[in-house]
């Protein structure tokens, strides 16, 4: 979730700037668990937007930050997530070895 330390939403309207939180949120996450990035077996990005621009804009990023590991994605634009303002969510899987 695009949310920071104090639980309010990140980058009101800016769908890359949602993702980026989204991410660091992940890998702070997975760290606590002992784990990271290349952990992750399977995504799902939500993106509040029937813009393909949108879903790209943090596919984007998304792909940026998972590098080489391809790990299996769904990219699903759909019309509304939880909280206010919220345009990304970012559902990850992940095994550790």
Request: aromatic share 4%; net charge negative; charged share 20%.
């Amino acid at each position: 979730m695009p949310l920071d330390e104090s639980g309010a939403i990140v980058a009101v309207g800016d769908v890359a700037g949602q993702a980026e939180q989204a991410i660091a949120n992940l890998v702070t996450a997975l760290r606590a668990a002992g784990a990271g990035l290349t952990d992750v077996v399977k995504t799902t990005v939500y993106v509040a937007s029937h813009r393909q621009e949108d879903l790209l804009a943090a596919w984007g990023v998304i792909s940026a930050a998972f590098a080489d590991h391809d790990a299996p994605s769904t990219l699903l634009g759909v019309a509304a997530l939880g909280y206010r303002d919220q345009l990304v969510e970012v559902e990850a899987v992940a095994a550790i070895r």
